[in-house]
């Protein structure tokens, strides 16, 4: 069983970037496809970017789309989610998932523990 541990989250000002990181442990994290949500307080969790088993394939929010970039290194089982020209509206607790290359939760059956990140104006 894949476990998943989040890191990178922090404070950052509007217009800045932050890149987050999920380290997997166990040897089968290659046969999953990896996601990245988001959860900001009193609202639903909502689906940010996935990249399919290989990395040849990522798909994006369009709320995200041309600022943020997934990506992964099968040897080091971790996965990656670049956050660039960041707005307020992107402060949430960020989670990575392993599961199926689709873009709602119940897709994937196995998450971090979160990561706070938290853009100020």
């Known amino acids: 069983q894949v476990q998943l541990v989040e890191s990178g989250g922090g404070l950052v000002q509007a217009g800045g970037s932050l890149r987050l990181s999920c380290a997997a442990s166990?040897?089968?994290?290659?046969?999953?496809?990896m996601g990245w949500f988001r959860q900001a307080p009193g609202k639903e969790r909502e689906f940010v970017a996935a990249?399919?088993?290989?990395?040849?394939?990522?798909y994006y929010a369009d709320s995200v789309k041309g600022r943020f970039t997934i990506s992964r290194e099968n040897a080091k089982t971790t996965v990656y989610l670049q956050m660039t020209r960041l707005k307020p509206e992107d402060t949430a607790v960020y989670y990575c998932?392993?599961?199926?290359?689709?873009?709602?939760?119940?897709?994937?059956?196995?998450w971090g523990q979160g990561t706070q990140v938290t853009v100020s104006s």
């Open positions: 998932a392993a599961g199926t290359f689709l873009t709602v939760p119940s897709a994937y059956n196995i």
């Open positions: 990249i399919s088993r290989s990395g040849g394939n990522t």
């Open positions: 166990g040897r089968t994290f290659s046969s999953y496809a």
